[in-house]
């Protein structure tokens, strides 16, 4: 399992981070762990890694399991808009990247998180999610604002300045 999350972490990366990896993993072909010295791996792994371009928060993120919804959404310091989807949803495809671009213009004062129902039916379930998309707001672990379907860009710029207090 730990082994798939970082060849997800790994596929993620942005052009930007991929300049900051130890050139001995940024320029191999492969990313198998056990072709790289202990001290690559570790620094692809360490959120202390050093580098001239410094990893900022990510404006998005997937969530992997349950564990990683308690930890980046529930017990988040930010308030955390999720965001409820399936591969197969037309106007989910066109709410992802709107909703995206009102949560960078806040500039790290909110995260947002994508969870696709079809892997993750239990925390749609959990939820109460019955149509997609569905986009959740909570803050310290509560929910306090949801909506379903797509808005346009300032509905969706007043609904994110809402949930951070603005």
């Known amino acids: 399992m730990a082994h798939r999350l970082l060849v997800r972490r790994i596929w993620t990366l942005s052009s930007k981070e991929i300049r900051c990896l130890p050139a001995s993993i940024a320029a191999s072909k492969s ?8 001290t690559a791996r570790v620094s692809l792994l360490s959120p202390s890694h050093t580098c001239p371009h410094p990893f900022r928060r990510l404006v998005s993120f997937n969530v992997q399991d349950n564990e ?6 529930i017990n988040s310091q930010l308030p955390v808009l999720i965001d409820f989807h399936a591969q197969w949803c037309g106007p989910c495809k066109i709410l992802g990247p709107r909703l995206e671009k009102a949560v960078a213009k806040q500039k790290g004062r909110v995260a947002m998180a994508k969870v696709d129902i079809d892997d993750h039916t239990d925390l749609a379930i959990e939820y109460g999610v019955s149509a997609v998309p569905t986009v959740i707001a909570m803050r310290g672990g509560d929910v306090v604002d949801q909506f379903v379907g797509i808005k346009n860009d300032d509905e969706l710029e007043s609904f994110v300045s809402k949930i951070i207090g603005q």
């Open 68 to 73: 990683d919804f308690t930890e980046r959404v």
């Open 31 to 38: 990313f198998s762990s056990s072709l790289q010295p202990f």
